[in-house]
C-alpha cells in the first residue's frame, strides 16, 4: 500500500488550522448516545441494501464516514495523502496487526458495535476456525452480520446488543473481547458494559478507541482533538477507570498506545488492551466446591 504524503507547513497549515478549529466551535455536530440510535439503524440499513444488491461485494459494506481524498492527521501533524485511500489502508493494516497479535489465541471472538461488518469478516478470513459473534444495537448490522456469514461461508453470528443495557445472556466463556470506535459512542456511560465484561472474565478485551486521557492539552492539534471529542460527546473516563481497577486488582493492563492517526479532527484508533484478574479459589473453598464433599464423607 501507498502511504507517501506531505506535511501541511506554513500559511497552508495556517488556512487549514482556521477551519477546523471554525468547525468545531461553529458548526453543529452529532452528539454520540441514545439518541443516535436511530441514525446508525440507517446508516447500516443503507450498506445491507448495497451488500445484498451487489450479491454480497465486501467493498458495500465500508462505512459512509469513511471518505476518501480528505487531508488528514497522522503522527501530530497534517498531511496530504498521495493515495484517496490513505485511512482505509492504514486501517486495513492497522487492524490486521492488532487481531493476528492479540486474538489469534481466543478460541472465540467477540466484537461489540460492529457496525458495517468488515471488522468481523476480516477476522473469520483471518482465522477460519474461530466462532466470531458481532454484537451490536442496530438490527441491520445483526442482519448484516448473518448475511456475510451465508455469503461469504465465515464462521459469523450476529446478536442484538445494546452496551448501555448489557443482555448477561451472551456468555463470552474465556474468549477475547474487540471494540474498534464503538465505545466511543457511550460517552461517560461505560460502568453497565464494565460490569459485563468483568462479570463474564473474558480471557482478553482489546479497545481500539479514542481516549481524552491519550491528548496532551498544552499541544495545539490536542486540544482541538479534545474539544471536538467533549463536543460529540465521546468516550469518556474510560481508561481512567480501567487504571482504577487495576489498582484494586481486579484487572491487569497489558499495554496501552496512543496512536497517532485519524481524520482532520480526532485521533479514532488508540489501543488499551486487558484482562480480568481471576482471583485464585483458596484451597479449602476449592474442595468443597468439586466432589470435595462426598469424598471427605467417602473417607
Ligand atoms: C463508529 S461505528 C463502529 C463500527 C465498527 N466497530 C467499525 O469499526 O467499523 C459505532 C458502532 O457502535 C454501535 N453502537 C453505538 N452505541 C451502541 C450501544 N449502546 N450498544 C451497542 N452498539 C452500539 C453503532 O450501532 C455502530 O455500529
Redesign the pocket.
Known amino acids: 500500500m501507498d502511504f507517501r504524503h506531505r506535511v501541511l507547513k506554513g500559511e497552508e497549515r495556517d488556512a487549514l488550522l482556521t477551519d477546523v478549529i471554525r468547525r468545531i466551535l461553529e458548526e453543529e455536530l452529532p452528539v454520540s448516545g441514545e439518541a ?1 440510535r436511530e441514525a ?1 439503524e440507517k446508516g ?1 440499513g443503507e450498506n445491507l441494501r448495497r451488500f445484498v444488491e451487489s450479491g454480497g461485494e465486501p467493498e458495500q459494506l465500508v ?1 459512509g464516514y469513511i471518505r476518501p481524498g480528505q487531508l488528514l492527521r497522522f503522527a501530530g501533524e497534517y498531511i496530504a495523502p498521495c493515495q484517496p485511500d490513505f485511512l482505509w489502508n492504514f486501517y486495513t493494516v492497522y487492524r490486521r496487526f492488532v487481531f493476528e497479535e492479540y486474538l489469534a489465541e481466543a478460541g472465540q471472538i467477540f ?6 461488518c ?2 468481523l469478516l476480516m477476522m473469520a478470513e483471518l482465522f477460519p476456525g474461530k466462532r466470531i459473534v458481532g ?4 438490527h441491520a ?1 445483526v442482519a448484516l452480520a448473518e448475511r456475510v456469514a451465508v455469503v461469504h461461508g465465515l464462521r459469523i453470528e450476529g446478536r442484538l ?4 443495557r448489557p443482555d448477561y445472556r451472551l456468555d463470552i466463556g474465556g474468549g477475547a473481547v474487540i ?4 465505545l ?3 460517552g461517560e456511560k461505560h460502568e453497565a458494559f464494565l460490569s459485563y465484561l468483568l462479570s463474564k472474565g473474558p480471557a482478553v478485551v482489546v479497545n481500539s478507541e479514542p481516549f481524552a486521557e491519550l491528548y496532551d492539552e498544552g499541544n495545539l492539534l490536542d486540544s482541538l482533538a479534545l474539544r471536538y471529542h467533549r463536543k460529540r460527546g465521546y468516550l469518556e473516563g474510560y481508561l481512567t477507570r480501567l487504571r482504577e481497577l487495576e489498582a484494586e486488582g481486579k484487572i491487569e493492563i497489558l499495554g496501552t498506545k496512543r496512536v497517532s492517526a485519524g481524520s482532520l479532527f480526532h485521533e479514532g484508533y488508540s489501543l488499551v488492551v486487558w484482562r480480568p484478574i481471576r482471583k485464585p479459589v483458596p484451597p479449602e473453598k476449592n474442595l468443597s466446591c468439586r466432589s470435595g464433599t462426598r469424598d471427605r464423607r467417602d473417607r
Open positions: 443516535r446508525w447500516w462505512p466484537e461489540f458495535g460492529c457496525g458495517p468488515t471488522n454484537a451490536d444495537w442496530s448490522s446488543f445494546d452496551m448501555f471494540t474498534l470506535n464503538a466511543e459512542q457511550l
